[in-house]
């Protein structure tokens, strides 16, 4: 029987945030910045023979949570309704609030319970020296992934050093 020889090393580093980020808004822009400045020099590469964005997004979620409160303010019930996109997380915040089937079905008023809502967004970024890692960001950690070079590391959280949501 052949035994498993390790080939490599990866790694993973977590940063909690002080704050959680404000707003998905906000978290979008921190989103957007990376995509658009590329702030790790990451480069384009070929996989399978497709020409890859130096970095892109691999996988989102947003979830929106909408409380249900009596008259006394007291909460009565919740709804959480998750999307892969801002904008359907935007919609399915409009539509719960507004439809009124379901407020009646919860006995209480709907408010939006903002602090509890939660966002993450998972970058798949191509590093100068050909390796593949993963950067991902939820309201109150960034997480890098799948790294062997230290590089990779510093690089990533030198530029979280100058962007104020990562503190």
């Known amino acids: 029987m052949a035994d498993f020889v390790q080939t ?7 940063r ?19 995509l658009t400045d590329n702030p790790w020099e990451c480069t384009a590469y070929i996989q399978n023979d497709v020409q890859q964005d130096p ?6 979620a947003y979830t929106a949570r909408i409380i249900y409160q009596d008259n006394e303010a ?5 709804v959480t309704a998750r999307a892969q996109t801002i904008a359907g997380f935007s919609a399915s915040i409009t539509e719960l609030l507004a439809n009124e089937a379901l407020t009646a079905a919860m006995g ?24 593949i890692y993963y950067v991902a960001f939820t309201r ?5 992934s799948s790294y062997s070079d ?4 510093t690089a990533v959280e030198t530029w979280a050093d100058t962007v104020p949501a990562l503190a």
């Open 150 to 153: 230290d590089a990779i590391l």
């Open 55 to 60: 970095v892109m997004r691999s996988k989102d």
């Open 74 to 78: 007291d909460t009565v019930g919740y």
């Open 8 to 14: 490599n090393n990866t790694k993973t580093a977590v």
């Open 108 to 131: 209480g008023d709907p408010v939006r319970d903002a602090e509890r809502d939660s966002f993450s967004c998972t970058l798949k970024c191509h590093d100068a020296s050909g390796e």
């Open 140 to 144: 109150d950690r960034v997480t890098v």
């Open 16 to 34: 909690e945030l002080a704050v959680p980020i404000a707003d998905v808004n906000t978290f979008n822009g921190i989103i957007q910045a990376v």
